[in-house]
């Protein structure tokens, strides 16, 4: 079974800053894209950022492109999503997810999800 567990959310100012960790188990992480994803209430969920097996590739949506980074430590079996720069419309529950496809932005190709951290975003 695997599992995910994210850690890492809370409350911040508008420009501060936020590390969120994402711990897998169950799966041969080493091999697997790792992605975030959020969802705000009323919304949909909507993509983050994705990281492949290796770390080498990353994508990231474009209001979060330059703020935020995607990251792994295989050894840990964790992927990071360092946060900067947090604007109010940041805030949201935050989700990582797990595919075996080639890093994806379809959320539908995520097959495994943590239970969510959530990131609020002061001014």
């Known amino acids: 079974q695997v599992q995910l567990v994210e850690s890492g959310g809370g409350l911040v100012q508008a420009g501060g800053s936020l590390r969120l960790s994402c711990v897998a188990s169950?799966?041969?992480?080493?091999?697997?894209?790792m992605g975030w994803f959020r969802q705000a209430p009323g919304k949909e969920r909507e993509f983050v950022a994705a990281?492949?097996?290796?770390?080498?590739?990353?994508d990231y949506t474009d209001s979060v492109t330059g703020r935020f980074t995607i990251s792994r430590d295989n050894a840990k079996n964790t992927v990071y999503l360092q946060m900067n720069s947090l604007k109010l419309e940041d805030t949201a529950v935050y989700y990582c997810?797990?595919?075996?496809?080639?890093?994806?932005?379809?959320?539908?190709?995520?097959?495994?999800w943590g239970q969510g951290t959530q990131v609020t975003v002061s001014s």
């Open positions: 990281i492949s097996g290796s770390g080498r590739r990353t």
């Open positions: 169950g799966r041969t992480f080493s091999t697997s894209t």
């Open positions: 997810a797990t595919s075996s496809f080639f890093i994806t932005r379809m959320a539908d190709r995520y097959d495994y």
